[in-house]
């Protein structure tokens, strides 16, 4: 497993510039707070999508409807830096709702390709590629075997 910093989130050139913050439950006020300190926007994905599904009247589109509104919410809040625009997002369980049938990771992997992503995550991370909640490993998880899901180092 190879450690990451914020200068590989800025330059990188990969194919995909994603990025795992993994984090301890109690110290997410001061990741956060970090990234922010560091001019890197943090958006809680969950509550914004949840908001933006209970502003809906019609769910006929559900499921591209979220897909789109995530893709618009990401860029309104990426920072634009000199290498690669970055965006930090968190609370991101919902993507797995079933009732939206997204393929979550991939929405995120291509997300990637223009755009350097962070996912700070307080949960579980196994084999540094698949992010799963403790009660639900094997039910909900998000698998990124397929690619080089780099893991930052602390960054508080």
Do not use: R
């Amino acid at each position: 497993m190879s450690i990451y910093s914020l200068h590989e989130v800025f330059n990188s050139t990969d194919h995909y510039k994603l990025f795992l913050l993994p984090f301890q439950k109690e110290k997410k006020d001061q990741v956060i707070e970090s990234l922010v300190s560091k001019k890197i926007k943090v958006l809680d994905l969950g509550k914004k999508i949840a908001q933006f599904i209970n502003s809906l009247e019609d769910y006929k589109y559900l499921n591209i409807d979220v897909v789109d509104h995530s893709q618009k919410l990401m860029d309104q809040h990426k920072t634009k830096t000199k290498g690669n625009d970055v965006v930090a997002i968190t609370n991101i369980g919902i993507l797995l709702e079933p009732a939206l049938e997204i393929n979550s990771a991939k929405l995120l992997k291509e997300y990637s390709k223009s755009t350097s992503l962070i996912i700070i995550w307080e949960h579980e991370v196994h084999n540094s590629q698949k992010l799963t909640w403790k009660t639900q490993k094997t039910k909900y998880f998000l698998d990124f075997s397929d690619i080089n899901l780099k893991i930052l180092q602390d960054e508080v």
